[in-house]
Each structure stands twice: as C-alpha cells, then as structure tokens.
C-alpha cells in the first residue's frame, strides 16, 4: 500500500497543474503613481539650446587654448617684424607696385630672378 499512496502524492501535483493555471487571473498591468512616474522628456528646443550652449562653450574653450599655445610665437614675430620695418620699407619704395613685376623665378644655381612686366605700349630692342 505504501508504493500507491507514494504514486497517489506524487501525481497529485501533477493533476492540480491544469486546474491551477486555470484558476489565476491574468495579471494587471502595473501603473507607477505619478509620484513615482518618470519626468516627461524635455522640449525639443530645450535640448537644442542647451546643445548649442555646449557648443559654444567647447569653442571657446578651443580657442582659448591654441590662443595660449599661438601667442608666445606671436610676439616673437611682432619683434622681428618691428626690426624688419626700416628695411621693408625701404624695398617697398625701391619697387613700387608689385603687380608691375613677374612672379619670381629660381634658376639652376640658386639666385631668384624677379623680371619687371613690360610695359604694353613700348617696344623691345632686338
């Protein structure tokens, strides 16, 4: 008797699946309270402008930078050019109007050769 009473407990569970699935209403679908309900997105142009303040902000930030990285060069150049003024000056006035003249041309052993522009009227001697 003991080997049906185990068959007879151990089927039991088996037979009450169906009728326990079908027992179990479906479950609700679960609606957070609005205390606990996720925040609605943000408007679109806010998104935007914020986006466009993040811009603006790593451009200056760029800008800043290679203005701290360019102006120790700059200055070097300023001196330079405050020591080369007398002398372009004076090559300034030497050649008058520069659309006057050829581009420069660098022959085979080194020197630059700047041609003046002939003149459209005058003739060149052969």
């Known amino acids: ?72 060069a700059l200055r070097d150049m300023e001196g330079a050019l405050s020591e080369m003024e007398p002398a372009l000056r004076d090559l300034m006035e030497m050649l008058g109007d520069i659309r006057n003249y050829e581009p420069p041309v660098r022959l085979p052993n080194g020197d630059i050769l700047i041609r003046r522009k002939a003149e459209p009227d005058t003739q060149i001697e052969l």
């Open 1 to 72: 008797m003991k080997p049906i009473a185990l068959i007879l407990i151990a089927a039991l569970p088996l037979g009450a699946l169906p009728l326990s699935a079908q027992e179990t209403p479906a479950p609700a679908p679960i609606i957070p309270a609005p205390e606990i309900a996720p925040e609605a997105a943000p408007a679109p142009s806010d998104d935007l402008e914020e986006g466009a303040d993040l811009i603006k902000r790593g451009a200056e930030l760029l800008l800043r930078g290679l203005m701290d990285e360019v102006e120790p």
